[in-house]
């Protein structure tokens, strides 16, 4: 969306003009394993592969989202390998960071500048060298030069920069691992460099140590070296490709290598390219992404891992403007400027928060704007609803058992387009829910029957069990279901080997069976062979297998039908997974019994000599435990004050940052007290805070955690920092009484608009939302709006935060209002356009000038009443004049 002004009206800020023609904007690059942006204000931000020091935040840590680089420096162009970064600031002057591997040369993790010339115009990057052009079009090289890289006629390597021959109409430059093109402003193409697989497309299989002409052709627009292919872009909009094809990086539909250019199909729309290691993206003039070659980390993003002999789109938006490739991920940018990644994230070079590798060790937040009300956690999978009853799941899919026809996932899927379901539970294999109805549904493994359909047919979507409407809890372990309806009677099915049905037979069974006649049960939990169940009077009843002392009753032995464990009758709920118990009683003191070797009972002891605790004992002196839930190995509990606590083997399940020690007594996980509830069973944990925010931790070894480490499809990783299609004539801030500001906008029209934010600022840089109004969704006609900002006594800065129904935001220009009952003095800016400097009138020589650009962001300070301005990118910025004992100043009209 481009939001644009038609006049801002202000106070304190005055519009100042910077003349000139040059604008930066942004642009992307995909490291080896890290990535770079340089966004329109020339800020320079990188995330990714660190341990060299090549992302220069100054550590050797790497990072999973974006951090800037040197916040103060604006940069041009940039280009990374393995351990090493190059780049081009504004001023023409040439940076590097990193650890470039030859010559002995020291790590640096901050940029450092390469000679003092200033005139720089852009750089490429192989594994060994760099190549750069300078603004009088003369091409140089330095770095490791064993193939000929450099194209100076020689191997000789070179620490610093070295003239390529005497041209001096280089237009741009691409390096592959150890072969370099580069196009003339003639429009023709060159090569040098390691040639043995036909990557420089002369024909031949050799090396050379010189530029050499690539055909006769002078409509070369644009080329690029990958590890051992390259493609170029004619002018005329053809595509073009040779070198290495194993993987089909080519994209003529073949595996076979070529020496000269082939075209890659018929279309002539193509606009740019950019070559892999093994992968091969384009954009074509409508905008379209398209892709082909190695797909095994899902670098395509195309949403699968195949891969593609010939280009296949990448969705369906039609605003992409570039793309960049690393070893095994890629980042792109959309017209909006808005970048996007995909790929491996085994670094953290796609830069999203939600891909994490496995296993997580600390409670990672799932989504910061969804609310879930229900989650369970099987072997390798997860299910969940979220509070607008919608059923979602993800991991590992073999049978059936996330819920969709589609194989494994590790991003969330919902299943179906129901909105009324209400709880979930899960065993190792299958998934059971309940909606709003009262009807119970199942899918997944159903070899014993589990699901309770009648057969032992998997199913891979939700399917009614029966036709009861009154069902109220479900549990399911290992094979077997049980489930409590809403007249108080227990149901149970599925495997049956060890009794743990409770029929009092061994039988498996394929339907649901009632297990005795009463009608007071109120809560069950399914272990792996065993299940255990609370009566409405507080007692407390076990069934099934008890070799390791899991049913509480003093004996091994195992029974078939319900067995009253001890006399209490205050028993609160209960909750059982392998072979050990937790239970809750009404006096809110935590029990436990069964296996303890990895002192998942938590009473302090642990190994094989006593490893089997058979009667409920009690856990510490506390009284306020309120939630339990038992993993194979580990157990976890939520208190009243909404603490988290764990014990047991820790393989990362408990949350604590740590994948190492047994714990045979509680301990805290975190400082957080708003937990409200957990779920585990196996080897990974989900947890769901009173906000209704659900947190992931433990193994994702099969992306249980619906956080892959991988994304076959792109992830928006940097928001556009220009504008969304809503055109804003008009935003005014008045003050209209003491206590209160009247602010009013006009759009002439709108697109896919969901509503705008009115934020305030006291300092122009601190912003909180004050309210919001929706928008227009789409329409051509225009629009008036208003808000008043009540309390609002005092100065303060105003803007419009506008969102986009796909949840795109742009921001409006700032406006300022003065606090109520201030005289104000006249602000004048001379001149205005200005180019060195502007002279601001009405302040002293103690004035704190800010200059800030049109989102309100500082870009220069200084004091007094002139404003140096060299350097500047030229645009629109806001100037603000600050000064002790001075009211806030008014510019002239």
Avoid: C
Avoid at 82 to 104: C, K
Avoid at 295 to 305: E, F, I, R, S, W
Avoid at 369 to 389: E, F, K
Avoid at 792 to 800: G, H, I, T
Wanted: aromatic share 8%; proline share 5%; net charge neutral.
């Amino acid at each position: 969306m481009l939001l644009r002004a038609s006049h801002v009206w202000l106070l304190l800020l005055g519009l100042l003009a910077v003349g000139g023609n040059s604008v930066y904007g942004q642009s992307v690059v995909a490291g080896h394993s890290n990535t770079f942006a340089i966004r329109p204000d020339g800020t320079l931000w990188a995330w990714g592969y660190n341990s060299a020091g090549p992302l220069g935040d100054g550590t050797r840590i790497d990072k999973t989202t974006p951090v800037p680089i040197s916040p103060a420096m604006k940069w041009r162009s940039l280009a990374a390998n393995v351990n090493y970064a190059v780049a081009v600031r504004q001023d023409g002057t040439l940076w590097s960071w990193g650890w470039n591997g030859l010559f002995n040369s020291p790590t640096n993790t901050t940029p450092t500048q390469i000679g003092s010339d200033a005139n720089w115009q852009s750089v490429a990057m192989g594994l060994e060298n760099t190549m750069a052009i300078r603004t009088d079009g003369t091409l140089w090289a330095w770095g490791n030069n064993r193939y000929g890289q450099f194209g100076t006629g020689n191997t000789t390597s070179s620490e610093t920069p070295v003239q390529v021959g005497t041209a001096t109409n280089w237009q741009s430059v691409s390096v592959g691992s150890y072969h370099t093109v580069a196009i003339r402003t003639d429009g023709s193409l060159w090569a040098w460099g390691g040639g043995g697989l036909g990557q420089l497309g002369d024909g031949t299989m050799r090396d050379y140590t010189s530029p050499i002409r690539v055909g006769t052709a002078t409509n070369w627009q644009s080329v690029s070296a990958g590890y051992y292919h390259t493609v170029a872009v004619r002018t005329d909009g053809t595509l073009w490709a040779w070198g290495v094809n194993n993987l089909g990086h080519l994209g003529d539909g073949t595996t076979t290598p070529r020496s000269q250019p082939t075209p890659i199909g018929t279309d002539a729309k193509w606009q740019s390219v950019s070559a892999g290691w093994e992968e091969t993206l384009a954009v074509r003039q409508d905008g379209t992404l398209w892709a082909w070659g190695n797909n095994k980390q899902g670098q395509l993003g195309d949403g699968t891992t195949t891969r593609r002999l010939a280009p296949v789109q990448v969705g369906t938006n039609t605003d992409w403007q570039s793309v960049s490739i690393g070893a095994t991920h890629t980042v792109a940018m959309r017209t909006n400027g808005a970048v996007w990644a995909w790929g491996s994230n085994a670094y953290g070079q796609v830069g999203s928060k939600t891909l994490l590798s496995s296993p997580q060790r600390l409670p990672h937040q799932f989504s910061e704007s969804i609310t879930w009300q229900s989650v369970a956690s099987g072997m390798y999978h997860t299910v969940a609803v979220r509070t607008d009853g919608t059923l979602w799941s993800w991991g590992y899919n073999n049978r059936g058992q996330v819920g969709s026809g589609i194989p494994s996932f590790s991003n969330p899927q919902q299943i179906g387009t129901a909105t009324t379901w209400q709880s979930v539970a899960t065993g190792a294999e299958h998934s059971l829910a309940i909606r709003t109805d009262g009807t119970l549904w199942a899918w997944g493994n159903n070899s014993t029957g589990q699901l309770g359909d009648g057969t032992t047919s998997d199913q891979a979507a939700p399917i009614q069990i029966g036709t009861a409407t009154n069902w109220q809890s479900v549990s399911a372990g290992y094979s077997h279901t049980v489930a409590v309806r809403q007249d108080g009677t227990l149901w149970a099915w599925g495997n049956n080997s060890s009794g743990q049905l409770g029929d009092g037979t061994s039988g498996r069974r394929l339907d649901p069976v009632q297990i005795g006649t009463n009608t007071d049960w109120q809560s069950v939990s399914a272990g792996y062979y065993h299940t255990v169940a609370v009566r409405t009077d507080g007692t407390l009843w076990g069934w099934g297998e008890n070799l390791s002392g899991q049913l509480g009753i003093e004996t091994s032995n195992r029974h078939s039908a319900p067995i009253q464990v001890g006399t209490s009758t205050d028993w609160q709920s209960v909750s059982t997974a392998y072979d050990h118990t937790l239970g809750v009683r009404r006096n809110g003191t935590l029990w436990a019994w069964g296996r303890n070797r990895y002192g998942q009972v938590g009473n302090g002891s642990s190994g094989e000599l006593t490893s089997h605790i058979r009667t409920p004992v009690q856990i510490g002196t506390d009284a306020n435990w309120q939630r339990v839930a038992a993993a194979r190995e580990q157990s976890l509990a939520v208190r009243t004050d909404g603490t988290l606590w764990g014990w047991g083997n820790n393989s990362g399940v408990l949350g604590n940052n740590s994948t190492t020690g047994l714990f045979a007594t509680p301990v805290k996980i975190g400082t957080a007290d708003t937990w409200q509830q957990v779920d585990t069973k196996f080897d990974h944990t989900l947890g769901l805070r009173r906000d209704g925010t659900l947190w992931v931790w433990g193994s994702n070894l099969y992306s249980q955690l619906g956080i892959p480490s991988r994304s076959a499809m792109p992830l928006l990783i940097l928001d556009a920092v220009i504008p969304l299609p809503v055109e804003l004539t008009a935003f005014t801030a008045q003050r209209k009484g003491p206590l209160t500001v009247a602010l009013a906008w006009q759009t002439a029209s709108e697109q896919n608009s969901a509503d705008f934010t009115v934020e305030q600022a006291p300092d122009g840089r601190t912003f909180t939302a004050l309210g919001t109004v929706a928008g227009q969704g789409t329409s051509s006609r225009p629009h008036a709006y208003s808000f008043t900002a009540y309390p609002a006594p005092d100065a303060a800065y105003y803007r419009l935060v506008q969102r986009d129904v796909d949840d795109t935001r742009a921001y409006s220009p700032v406006v300022f209002v003065e606090a109520a009952s201030t005289p104000a003095t006249t602000l004048q800016l001379v001149p205005n356009p200005a180019h060195d400097q502007v002279q601001v009138s009405g302040v002293g020589p103690d004035a704190v000038l800010r200059l800030l650009d049109a989102l309100g962001r500082p870009v220069r300070t200084g004091k007094g009443t002139i404003l140096p301005l060299h350097g500047v990118t030229p645009g629109i910025y806001l100037l603000q004049a600050t000064q002790p004992g001075l009211a806030p100043a008014r510019p002239a009209s």
